[in-house]
């Protein structure tokens, strides 16, 4: 029995919250009550086991993603090795770029696995893996910085279309980042897809050389980090327009490609009040904010 | 690898933690060369960046009932101010419920107490344990006996010394002792020298293997002085037996006042001040917590020169379980007779007035200034919001007593919140629900976030948009401030 997981309800008694060292999930199933019983208990349970699994094989995880690496064991980790294959050739990345989205999949695979949910998503920071029955929708609030959270907009998930997976990145989240957008929000067919691609595109939105960009090495905030001695953000000076349209323009294209080979389908960049949105946004709205929203 | 860095082992993870940087979860962080939990500042934006409350309930998976909504009187709706925590990664994406805002802000975190602790009242008067006697639960210190109460006796636990001052063994059992009275678990507890008793809120105390069933009306002195108008006229003497302090209604102060004429009544035991009388038998679990069975095993021979033929005698024990009515016959023997039906009343009073016994929990904590410092940038103003009532305080909903004086450390049973509401850290420390809760108004004259308040105020200005959701009815509604229940 894993003793640190902590699983309790929010306050409304309809989410469920679950934490384990650096993961924080919340959850939540609807349908009939039973069903959303019996998913809960499975997320719970699988849960507990997922932080162990993990770590067990972290410094596998760890290392660059190369078509030649060695496919871990445990599931999540095969999902995220999955989402981070695509990138192998051409990018520098870990599997740990997709591990909250990866975690969000599996938990929500347990779910989805033993109820009939008429929906359901699992937010892990920010990395969801949403399931939409048919006729379902979500109504998505997206924020133009992880830090600030004020909607500037909505976006309507329906079952339809095959987006289930959603992600942000961006230097002033909890992982570290190469580039300097301060949220890029991928929108893909899975969340450790779209944890993978948000990362990809963050790291693109960049000025090399800019002298107003703080740049520490990874492995000085974080001894143990996958990024080793690559330089990430850790601030970022005020930048004049046209610097930020070149910096979103990078990250743009980044994004367009991606795109085009099918791996996201939407991406939002936002740079210093700036977004530019690449692929379709379902139903973007931002004249009317929804009065009932509320933070997943 | 950094030679300054620690490993955090509070999770399978191991993360190197440089100094003044945080491990993978932002739970804890290297405090100069220390391993920390972090400020409960950061676990409150976290909360508070979610939008709405995180009252803890704290339930390991396996103690889970798997019920939806165990708990009604989730009073929630809030709306979080926010700081710019450089590592926060909050969850951007929102997703749409049926919630309303209100005009009220609510501010809640999860606190992290390491300087917390419960006080307990234990209705019982049997003896415990001598005062500052250490109190133990696996063997390990968590506390001590401190002063009793009336018909009560009381234990202090937990606190700074127990949960971090001593070793690791300590804290992690004073940490579990704490958890679990506050979540309304038995706990087992002996006393240095003392009672093996059995703890949990709401409950009756188990002492050494026998539950306490009524709390005594008083003890035998006060008894006689209770009831001493009562007797008066309609008995000539009476003796209320008790293990502490066995009362005599024609020697006692109360019996001198009404004129109560002397009865040559002899008691065995210890006489202390007039008609009270010490250990006139052995403890036990007969009459009036005594061993004796025979109330007139207690008296020797009535004084001939004051008793008559014909005097009346009541004894009855402090609870009124026990009681047997003699006149002296020409011997000056006492021979029972039955208890006549105008005495009937008062031996019944007795059993009325006494309460079940039962075990009070009461956590105590002190909301510290990094706490504070997450509800305003002002941490002062909060206390003084505190004092003026404008900022009620409550602990997983339920009411609290705020000590005056400095800083904010409250009281409040634990049996008026929602079960398991409280959690741990391994520090060790308890973490416990607290919620601050004011006018938005009266947020943004403290200093409070207001700029990052969620703009649900705007929405409820619009019409009454108060979220219903079902309350304790025992207690008062979190979101009426005190100020507005003082205007009423």
Known sequence: MNSRAQIRFLPDGRRLHLQDGPMDLIVEAFGAPTQVEIAYRAASKRFETVLNELCSELALLRQPCTPEAEWPRGAVARRMVAATMPYATEY???????????????????????????????????????????????????????????????????????????????????????????????????????????????????????????RVPARELAPDSDLGARLVTQAVGELTATEVDRALSSGGQTAERLLRIGLIRTAALHLQGETRVVGAMPELRTDAIERNLVHA | MGDDAIRCDACPVLCYIKPGRTGACDRYGNHEGKLVRLDPHVVLDRAMERGDSVVPFLERSHDWDGTLVS??????????????????????????????????????????????????????????????????????????????????????????????????????????????????????????????????????????????????????????????????????????????????????????????????????????????????????????????????????????????????????STTGEHHAYFELGKDLKPREKELPANLQESVARIQENCEPAFCTVLFMGGAGGSLRAGVTENPVKLTHSVRDALTRVTCGGAPVYVWPGGGITFMADVTRMPQNAFGYVPTPALVAPIEFTLKLADYAALGGYVENVRPLSSIASAGDGRRRVTARSDNPWPLESPAETKKK
């Open chain 1, 92 to 214: 520098f990345i870990t599997p740990m770029a997709a591990v909250a989205g990866a975690v969000a999949e599996e938990i929500l695979a347990a779910m989805t696995s033993s109820a009939d949910l008429s929906r359901a998503y699992v937010n892990d920071g920010g990395d969801i893996a949403v399931h939409l029955s048919p006729g379902e929708t979500f109504v998505v609030g997206m924020v133009e910085r992880p830090d600030r959270p004020s909607l500037f907009g909505t976006t309507t998930l329906r079952f339809d279309d095959p987006v289930r997976g959603i992600a942000t990145s961006g230097w002033r989240g909890r992982s570290f980042s190469l580039g300097i957008a301060d949220a890029v929000t991928v929108l893909a067919v899975r969340a450790s897809a779209a944890d993978t691609a948000a990362t990809i595109i963050a790291n693109a939105v960049d000025l090399p050389g800019h002298p107003a960009i703080v």
């Open chain 2, 71 to 316: 708990h009604r009187e989730t009073f929630v709706t809030a709306i979080g101010a926010g700081t710019t925590y450089p590592d926060y990664k909050p969850a951007p994406f929102i997703i749409s419920s049926q919630v309303e805002g209100v005009d009220m802000v609510t501010v809640v975190t999860e606190g992290i107490f390491s300087y917390c602790g419960v006080k307990v009242k234990i209705d019982t008067d049997r003896h415990l344990g001598a005062e500052c006697s250490t109190v133990r639960s696996h063997d390990e210190a968590v506390g001590h006996v401190t002063t009793s109460e009336y018909g009560s006796q009381m234990l202090s636990l937990g606190g700074v010394r127990h949960l971090t001052g001593g070793n690791r063994q300590e804290g992690t059992a004073t940490c579990n002792a704490l958890l679990n009275l506050c979540n309304g678990k038995a706990v087992e507890l002996i006393i240095d020298d003392g009672a093996k008793v059995v703890v949990q809120a709401g409950r009756a105390p188990i002492v050494d293997g026998v539950q306490e069933e009524r709390m005594r009306v008083g003890c035998g002195s006060a008894t006689i002085g209770m009831f001493a108008k009562q007797w008066f006229g309609k008995v000539d003497e009476v003796v209320v037996v008790d293990d502490h302090i066995t009362g005599v209604l024609s020697e006692h102060q109360a019996g001198k006042l009404l004129g109560v004429p002397e009865t040559g009544i002899k008691l065995k035991g210890r006489r202390s001040t007039p008609g009270r009388y010490f250990q006139v038998a052995e403890p036990g679990t007969s009459w009036g917590g005594t061993d004796i069975d025979d109330p007139l095993s207690i008296l020797a021979k009535f004084n001939p020169k004051k008793a008559w033929p014909g005097l009346r005698l009541l004894m009855v």
